[in-house]
């Protein structure tokens, strides 16, 4: 059975950064083959897109509001993907939730596994 793990998450201050990981273990994962995406969650509103990246890395997609902040990548001899959080603001946070499927985008339903998510708090 496939899991995905994050990892990551914490209190911050307004302007820091954070690097979010998610590892996929068990289970036949063909990493090579999964786009993935990251996914947040903030108390009393619904989950949004954050960020995708394909199956290839060559095509990445970011939701406006962290478009020059956050990045997106993945590593598939490790079977992990990465989100690099810069000038983090108090509107970032949420539970951050990471995915990944034989199709990638902004519509979560694409996604085949999801993690158990991970908390980030932003401080203003």
């Known amino acids: 059975q496939v899991q995905l793990v994050e990892s990551g998450g914490g209190l911050v201050q307004a302007g820091d950064s954070l690097r979010l990981s998610c590892a996929a273990s068990?289970?036949?994962?063909?990493?090579?083959?999964?786009?993935w995406g990251w996914f947040r969650q903030a108390p009393g509103k619904e989950r949004e897109f954050v960020a995708a990246?394909?199956?290839?890395?060559?095509?990445?997609y970011y939701t406006d509001s962290v478009k020059g902040r956050f990045t997106i990548s993945r590593d598939n001899a490790k079977n992990t993907a990465y989100l690099q959080m810069n000038s983090l603001k108090p509107e970032d946070t949420a539970v951050y939730y990471c995915?990944?499927?034989?199709?990638?985008?902004?519509?979560?339903?694409?996604?085949?596994?999801w993690g158990q998510g991970t908390q980030v708090t932003v401080s203003s």
């Open positions: 990246i394909s199956w290839s890395g060559g095509s990445t």
């Open positions: 995915s990944a499927g034989i199709l990638s985008g902004v519509d979560g339903d694409q996604y085949d596994y």
């Open positions: 068990g289970g036949t994962f063909r990493g090579h083959a999964m786009g």
